[in-house]
């Protein structure tokens, strides 16, 4: 039945939806601290203007019905004071995902060899793009050191293995991260651990390659941060053009890097040495 209005006051009326007023006050006060008091005066018949009513009623069956902001994958409004589920608990959803996918192309999903398919692929994926649970300042971990130090520091070939966002298939190669110290330097395994932040995730290359220097500034404030990465991305190699032997380089440079091209001509001439 449509709730009924009341022209002259614009108020509705107290039996247009039934809730439980014991369960919306309880998770009013969780999730919306200044509705609780409306949920209540809303169970105990009283009169509230239209448009909050409304609001508040579909909020709170949200709320019941588990289909509110708290099913958010990745949610960062701050106003909202709940916390996004752990990615271990998305794993149902997404085996049944995957388990969708076999129908779909033709295969049985309960044959013996794709009994547990779905949730392999389900956990594969959350390793694949285990980046989005990480942040720079616990990866550091407070290795920065200060150390009277103004030379060139470069750790080159470091490993790295992502996920193009375009069609969802790896791509891998190597980064060479180089910076110029300001009295403080980064433990160089950090290095390494800010590249698998990033290509954790699902990326472009060109991308990839721009946060890596700009964490590199974050964490140190050196005077200046090259970054050069090359990679061989299947969505290229097995798959449209198929060109097996292609590699895809991408520079980023900042700072001293950019502006003076003796300091880039030395970076470069390292990371091409044998």
Do not use: W
């Not at 247009?16 to 018949?45: E, L, R, S, Y």
């Not at 958010?72 to 409004?77: E, I, P, S």
């Amino acid at each position: 039945m449509k709730p009924q209005a009341n022209e002259q006051n614009g108020s509705t009326q107290n039996g247009d939806i039934a809730i439980d007023a014991a369960t919306v006050a309880m998770d009013a006060a969780a999730i919306v601290p200044t509705a609780a008091a409306a949920a209540a005066a809303v169970g105990a018949g009283a009169v509230v203007p239209a448009k909050s009513s409304q609001q508040l009623k579909l909020e709170l069956l949200n709320i019941g019905n588990g289909n509110g902001h708290e099913n958010c994958t990745f949610h960062h409004d701050l106003e909202l004071d709940h916390k996004p589920p752990t990615r271990e608990a998305l794993l149902p959803d997404m085996a049944r995902s995957y388990r969708l996918l076999l129908g779909g192309l033709g295969e049985n999903p309960d044959r013996q060899g794709l009994i547990k398919t779905p949730e392999r692929a389900a956990k594969a994926m959350l390793y694949f793009t285990k980046g989005y649970d990480q942040n720079l300042e616990d990866v550091l971990n407070g290795a920065v050191f200060d150390e009277d130090h103004d030379e060139m520091v470069v750790v080159k070939d470091i490993e790295m293995f992502s996920m193009c966002e375009h069609h969802l298939v790896p791509f891998y190669g190597k980064v060479s991260i180089g910076y110029l110290p300001c009295n403080k330097i980064l433990g160089l395994s950090k290095l390494a651990r800010i590249v698998e932040i990033f290509s954790r995730r699902l990326q472009v290359q060109e991308r990839l390659t721009k946060q890596i220097a700009v964490a590199v500034t974050q964490a140190v404030q050196p005077a200046g941060v090259a970054v050069v990465v090359e990679g061989v991305h299947m969505c290229m190699v097995m798959r449209g053009v198929q060109k097996i032997n292609s590699k895809t380089v991408t520079s980023t440079m900042l700072g001293v890097f950019r502006d003076d091209p003796k300091t880039r001509e030395e970076f470069l001439n390292l990371v091409n040495s044998k």
